[in-house]
């Protein structure tokens, strides 16, 4: 499933680089990538299509590996960092960076990484309980969500015309304007939080057996779930400083792999494809498939996976397991 996922984002990364008002054709492309090539293809494709792609493939995986590791880790569906509040976190701390200063650029992703963590933080500290209980965790941050959403609504009523629409295209979540410049930090920090994420994950599965039976196992509770969380939302800061709150990838990621894989409990490593899939897929339709106006990827993300996050609130309660 691994190989076939991989084949699929490669396809769909051809795609988001060929199609558009100016197509190129595959024979195009590799002749540009031999270096053999039109100065007009090579615009087209490395300063306008080239980053934006690899911007949505790396902030998908991103998304999809730490939507992996919260739900996995708390064993819960809906512990999602679009659910738990940090990404409300990373937004209410770039919005006050713009309304407030005025700021644009690397100072908004800044803000919004450091958001994102300190969001984390407080949902932990107050969620703590001689432990961590998982649909503690949930309510609490479903909590701190609405407040900081209404933190950002405040923001927004205060900002002037020009400053409310750089923040509500940048809540959002958009690819249009992904550089080099902006790529680098992105791909650097996931350079060294992914692996970090893959090694710690392997104290998933005897995390999942409960807090005593890890202990018994010689596990180091606290240690690896503070990591995990850590890492997780360390994810979740860098692929929103780099493209905002691209709503609902980490909710979403996880179970798609469930589905793909018959049901059984996906890998982080799936997740995380289906991540950068749903992103490029999203990037794809908002830009080609709704008409002639192009949308943010964050408007195609927000309305599929909202219906699906109702329809588990709706199961979860049915079951007896709801809030």
């Not at 550089?179 to 994950?201: M, R």
């Not at 588990?312 to 049915?318: M, P, V």
Request: with cysteine; aromatic share 8%.
């Amino acid at each position: 499933m691994t190989a076939a996922l991989l084949a699929a984002l490669v396809v769909v990364f051809l795609g988001s680089l060929s199609v558009g008002d100016f197509q190129i054709g595959i024979p195009d492309l590799l002749a540009a990538f031999a270096g053999d090539s039109l100065p007009r293809i090579d615009y087209v494709l490395f300063d306008l299509r080239l980053p934006r792609a690899i911007t949505g493939t790396l902030v998908g995986l991103a998304f999809g590996l730490a939507g992996s590791l919260f739900q996995r880790l708390l064993r819960n569906p809906l512990a999602s960092p679009d659910v738990l509040g940090i990404s409300a976190g990373a937004s209410a701390a770039a919005v006050l960076c713009i309304v407030a200063f005025g700021a644009s650029g690397f100072v908004v992703s800044a803000g919004a990484f450091t958001g994102s963590i300190a969001a984390a933080a407080l949902i932990y500290a107050l969620a703590w309980q001689r432990g961590i209980n998982g649909y503690r965790l949930v309510l609490i941050g479903i909590g701190v969500n609405a407040a900081l959403l209404s933190v950002v609504s405040f923001l927004m009523t205060r900002a002037d015309m020009t400053d409310a629409e750089q923040a509500l295209l940048w809540r959002t979540g958009s690819l249009y304007d992904s550089t080099w410049e902006k790529l680098l930090p992105l791909a650097g920090s996931l350079a060294v939080l992914v692996p970090l994420a893959l090694v710690l994950a392997r104290a998933l599965p005897t995390l999942q057996l409960g807090d005593d039976s890890a202990r018994g196992l010689g596990l180091p509770v606290e240690r690896s779930r503070i990591a995990l969380l850590l890492t997780a939302t360390g994810l979740i800061g860098v692929g929103t400083a780099a493209a905002g709150p691209i709503s609902f990838v980490a909710f979403l990621s996880g179970p798609i792999a469930a589905r793909l894989l018959g049901g059984a409990r996906p890998g982080v490593v799936p997740a995380s494809l289906v991540g950068a899939l749903v992103v490029l897929c999203s990037d794809f339709a908002a830009q080609h498939l709704l008409g002639t106006q192009q949308f943010p990827v964050g408007v195609v993300t927000g309305a599929v996976g909202a219906p699906y996050l109702l329809w588990l609130l709706a199961k979860n309660n049915r079951a007896g397991r709801g809030a």
